[in-house]
């Protein structure tokens, strides 16, 4: 059994080098929490600290399935999932969802219980590891390189700012992209929110094809971790590849800014499209683990 304490965001404390910063995740938090803090709960064991769990208030799971729900402590034990989901229904009224992130870049886990990781696998990130924007182009595939030299021979022109225009650009392409896959599109309102959360750490880069924005990617620096939080775009323009320029575009800002890892975001196993994708700009794929108590 596992101990469940509830202390200040402050307290988390040294993490897996190659985890997302808690800035980025307590941020995120806030964002979609309307501005609230975070509750975070300091998990040990009898092996000693896991790490930090930690939920959006108002929100019963610990967070959406865009972010980790859960921060390893650096050279934290292997923490048991079967243990987790059984302390879930017990402490937290079989209402939580804990999303976790990968070993490569978190705690080795272990499942007694019928001695299964697989009950908890649920979906995979792509990440990018660099020291500059030479280091981050060679991770990209074959196939990726070309579509990025492919839109600039067709003429895509790539903006980055975050001007009220650029954001507009966004917001609509946004909306087509939710139309496309039936999701709901961010609103003006949650754009604004991010930046109050985020500053001048978020990033636009919108792509143009014969004058008209075609692809955009929002992206968000935190320290030296960067992530690419959303990229939409009209798919009659995607004979030209405006997506793997922009991308590409959005991956060579964060580099020269600083960032050591890139997160292209999460993909489930039935988006295979996006998860291609993001192999072929240079995403090494990790897989994710959930524990829930539902």
Not at 84 to 101: A, I, N, Q, S
Not at 129 to 151: I, M, P, Y
Not at 186 to 207: A, K, N, P, W
Not at 230 to 240: F, L, T, V
Request: charged share 20%.
């Amino acid at each position: 059994m596992n101990q469940y304490k509830v202390v200040p965001a402050s307290d988390v404390g040294t993490l897996h080098p190659d985890a997302p910063p808690p800035g980025l995740l307590l941020g995120y938090i806030e964002f979609v929490s309307g501005g609230k803090a975070p509750v975070v709960h300091r998990v040990e064991g009898p092996k000693g600290l896991y790490g930090w769990m930690v939920s959006a208030q108002g929100n019963p799971e610990a967070l959406p399935g865009r972010m980790y729900g859960f921060l390893s402590a650096q050279g934290s034990p292997a923490l048991d999932l079967d243990t987790l989901y059984k302390d879930l229904r017990r402490e937290f009224g079989g209402t939580w969802r804990v999303h976790l992130p990968p070993m490569d870049v978190g705690p080795v886990y272990e499942s007694s219980y019928r001695g299964k990781l697989g009950r908890y696998e649920s979906h995979s990130t792509f990440l990018m590891k660099g020291t500059s924007e030479t280091d981050f182009w060679g991770c990209l595939k074959r196939v990726g390189r070309q579509g990025v030299e492919k839109a600039r021979k067709a003429g895509v022109v790539v903006k980055e700012g975050f001007s009220g225009a650029q954001g507009m650009h966004f917001l609509s392409l946004n909306v087509h992209k939710s139309s496309r896959v039936k999701a709901p599109a961010m609103s003006r309102e949650e754009l604004s929110r991010l930046q109050s959360v985020f500053g001048d750490g978020l990033e636009l880069h919108v792509g143009f094809h014969g004058g008209r924005p075609v692809s955009a990617v929002l992206s968000l620096l935190v320290g030296s971790y960067g992530l690419l939080i959303d990229n939409s775009s009209h798919e009659d323009a995607w004979e030209s590849n405006p997506n793997n320029l922009v991308v590409w575009e959005a991956i060579a800002a964060l580099a020269r800014k600083g960032a050591r890892m890139v997160d292209m975001g999460f993909s489930t196993p039935e988006q295979k499209g996006a998860a291609r994708f993001k192999v072929h700009m240079g995403g090494t794929q990790a897989m994710c683990y959930t524990v829930g108590a539902r």
